[in-house]
């Protein structure tokens, strides 16, 4: 009975997954792709990161601290766009 208990405790009262498919506080599905299109479109390297974030309709700031959480790009990587 006790483990029985312990059991509906858990399930009951643990702590919510985050949603699947996303990343907290990363780039929206939509945002992702917009990025990755657009990334694809500037290959030859003429793309700024303000750009890139208009595009995502975010800041600049606001762009790059997500796109490193959904893509686990690093900040000297993101720089260098």
Not at 4 to 18: D, G, I, K, N, V
Not at 35 to 58: P, Q, T, Y
Request: charged share 20%; net charge neutral; with cysteine.
């Amino acid at each position: 009975m006790i483990m029985m208990f312990c059991a509906h405790l858990s399930r009951t009262y643990q702590w919510p997954e985050p949603a699947a498919g996303g990343v907290t506080g990363g780039l929206t599905i939509w945002q992702q792709d917009r990025a990755i299109e657009v990334l694809n479109e500037h290959l030859d390297g003429d793309l700024a990161l303000a750009d890139l974030a208009k595009e995502c309709a975010l800041s600049a700031g606001r762009f790059m601290r997500r796109i490193q959480r959904s893509f686990g790009v690093s900040r000297p990587a993101l720089l260098a766009l």
